[in-house]
């Protein structure tokens, strides 16, 4: 049998695209994020979803409360979804970071290189696609929403499609978008990526 998983990036925030925002602090959803996670969770009002599963980022879980409380299914606050540990680099502009040589160096090489936290891009894909795994073990013939974040999706569809971890910024991962993943005990296959809520 075969499960399907939506993986889901949480909708946009106030920072988004200014600053790595990654594990520190709370960062809610902004104003428009909050409509953008009202329009996703609409879009999916079609997917009889049998759980749904965040990071336990604030930005995210306030994604994932709202696809939720149009069907009153409990979200579950899933470790493995988590951001990226960025360490020191977390909360920082992007203008800052791209004059730190590291920064730009994890950015070329996000297959080997580190974050300051000692997070690897392959020890993130790993425990991605380990829980993606589990999930689709346990609601085998069921659909299963995951929310997360960009280059926590993006390390998942690389593995899936065998990809080198340094080639995941070659695709985009949106806000508020939608990957599906079908997922059984032959392994997985990419349905779609990055759907985009209008």
Do not use: C, Y
């Not at 005990?185 to 809520?197: A, D, K, Q, T």
Request: no cysteine; aromatic share 4%.
């Amino acid at each position: 049998m075969t499960a399907t998983i939506l993986l889901v990036r949480h909708a946009a925030h106030s920072d988004l695209g200014r600053i790595l925002s990654g594990r520190v602090g709370e960062v809610p959803l902004s104003v428009a994020g909050r409509a953008q996670a009202s329009r996703l969770a609409a879009h999916l009002d079609g997917e009889p979803l049998h759980s749904i599963h965040t990071s336990p980022v604030l930005r995210a879980q306030e994604t994932a409360q709202a696809i939720a409380r149009r069907r009153r299914i409990a979200v579950d606050i899933a470790e493995p979804l988590d951001e990226i540990d960025f360490g020191e680099w977390s909360g920082k502009g992007f203008a800052e970071l791209e004059q730190d040589l590291r920064w730009r160096d994890w950015n070329a090489r996000r297959g080997d290189a580190a974050t300051p936290a000692g997070d690897t891009m392959a020890a993130v894909q790993q425990r991605i696609l380990d829980h993606l795994r589990r999930a689709a073990s346990a609601a085998s013939g069921l659909i299963v929403a995951m929310v997360t974040h960009a280059d926590v999706i993006r390390a998942a569809v690389a593995g899936i499609l065998g990809l080198s971890l340094n080639r995941i910024l070659s695709f985009d991962v949106d806000a508020a978008s939608v990957t599906r993943i079908a997922a059984g005990s032959w392994g997985e296959r990419l349905i779609s990526l990055n759907e985009r809520v209008v």
